[in-house]
């Protein structure tokens, strides 16, 4: 079984692929955005797959009942938060609103890392970042609400693209067992570079 | 035509160009800027690149190559991604 912090990594790189994606749309505008079919279901689609995996990684790396319930419910959102937006993409949702979907998507991915860490934010550097990341995605929620309520806006799209690039930075940093700013508990175990 | 509002459409166009220019420039800078920070990610800290040094390593560290992944998303967004934006920029 690969260790919990490769995982992070995968997911890492998904979330940057994500990030990119959203952030190239930023640039260009929806409009040029949306020329290709393909194109307005690439980065939904990615958040819909991102989804799915999760429900490998809550088979997998069920630690216990928290880390379970945490996994499942973080699937269920992106999933959600993806089916909206394919929804969108494909014209068979018309109200804005379903944007919240991604708005509660964040949310309970935020909570979600919030309540499987059981350890302080200066325990070790995973537990920094569960903390960091979870409080994180919480605030990070305004940007998709704020799209709900105004679609064209700049600072919601661009919030909600660089959200993702902050959080595959922040999934690459993560090591099963390493210090954060030279704390490292002694019952975390020995350190790794 | 009025001068005044020739001045002010080619004003306006110029304008629209220039933007054009811009995003293009960042839609084809993504990937390779992307690329970069995986590289220079490398140079940091050449541990995390189990390849360099693979004698003991087992089949999830040697496919676990975290720089070498963010240099995978650039390559593939440059690829993949940017060379259609450009085309519908440009028209």
Redesign the interface.
């Known amino acids: 079984?690969?260790?919990a912090e490769?995982v992070h990594?995968?997911f890492?790189?998904g979330f940057?692929?994500l990030g990119?994606?959203l952030?190239?749309e930023v640039?260009?505008?929806p409009e040029?955005?949306n020329?290709?079919a393909w194109?307005r279901y690439?980065w939904p689609g990615l958040v819909f797959g991102l989804g799915l995996l999760m429900w490998p990684v809550m088979t997998f790396y069920t630690n216990s009942t928290i880390h379970m319930l945490a996994h499942g419910s973080w699937a269920q959102a992106l999933m959600l938060a993806g089916a909206a937006e394919l929804g969108l993409a494909s014209g068979k949702l018309h109200s804005q609103y379903w944007r919240l979907c991604s708005a509660v998507g964040l949310a309970v991915s935020g909570g979600a890392f919030l309540v499987h860490e059981q350890q302080h934010w200066l325990f070790s550097r995973a537990a920094f970042l569960h903390h960091a990341l979870g409080s994180m995605l919480i605030v990070a929620a305004v940007f998709p609400l704020l799209q709900a309520f105004r679609p064209r806006s700049f600072i919601g799209a661009t919030g909600f693209a660089t959200t993702f690039l902050v959080v595959a930075v922040l999934l690459?940093c993560d090591r099963d067992t390493a210090a954060i700013f030279g704390h490292l508990s002694q019952y975390a175990g020995p350190p790794h570079? | 035509m009025s001068a005044e509002l020739v001045t002010e459409l080619q004003a306006k166009e110029r304008g629209a160009t220039r933007a054009a220019t811009w995003r293009i420039r960042i839609v084809r800078g993504l990937g390779p800027l992307t690329v970069l920070i995986g590289l220079a990610w490398a140079l940091i800290q050449p541990y995390r690149l189990t390849l360099i040094d693979p004698h003991g390593q087992g089949f999830w560290w040697l496919v676990s190559e975290p720089p070498l992944y963010v240099v995978l998303v650039g390559v593939l967004f440059r690829l993949l991604i940017a060379p259609g934006l450009v085309k519908d920029l440009e028209e």
């Open positions: 079984m690969p260790h490769m990594w995968w890492a790189t940057l692929m990119l994606l952030l190239a640039v260009v505008g040029v955005w020329r290709r194109r690439l690459y570079r």
